[in-house]
Nanobody
Framework: QVQLVESGGGLVQAGGSLRLSCAASGLTFPTMAWFRQAPGKGREFVAAIMWSGIITEYADSVKGRYTISRDNNKNTVYLQMSSLKPEDTAVYYC????????????????????WGQGTQVTVSS
């Protein structure tokens, strides 16, 4: 049984930092990602990382502030968030993708096969 379990969310002041973790069990995945959903909005792509950890992709809104990484020995992906803004407030979801063709778009949530339950991040102004 595949499970993705997120942790690390919470309340932080603007300008602060948080580190999210997502522990996967049951399978290992070539591609893992983070998405987020703000109140009243649809779920949006945040960042993705390939197995090697070298290839990463970020949404423009978080480039330079967020860093995605993974520890394959622990089957865990991380999202280090810095310089947080109130508009970063959302439920953050971990997602995992089974093996797909290399040109599969990582920013499309429909391409992901498994999802975590989400962790709330609230940034106060």
């Amino acid at each position: 049984q595949v499970q993705l379990v997120e942790s690390g969310g919470g309340l932080v002041q603007a300008g602060g930092s948080l580190r999210l973790s997502c522990a996967a069990s049951g399978l290992t995945f070539p591609t893992m990602a983070w998405f987020r959903q703000a109140p009243g909005k649809g779920r949006e792509f945040v960042a993705a990382i390939m197995w090697s950890g070298i290839i990463t992709e970020y949404a423009d809104s978080v480039k330079g502030r967020y860093t995605i990484s993974r520890d394959n020995n622990k089957n865990t992906v991380y999202l280090q968030m810095s310089s947080l803004k109130p508009e970063d407030t959302a439920v953050y979801y971990c997602a995992a993708m089974n093996s797909r063709p290399v040109n599969t778009r990582r920013m499309y949530e429909s391409n992901y096969d498994y999802w975590g339950q989400g962790t709330q991040v609230t940034v106060s102004s």
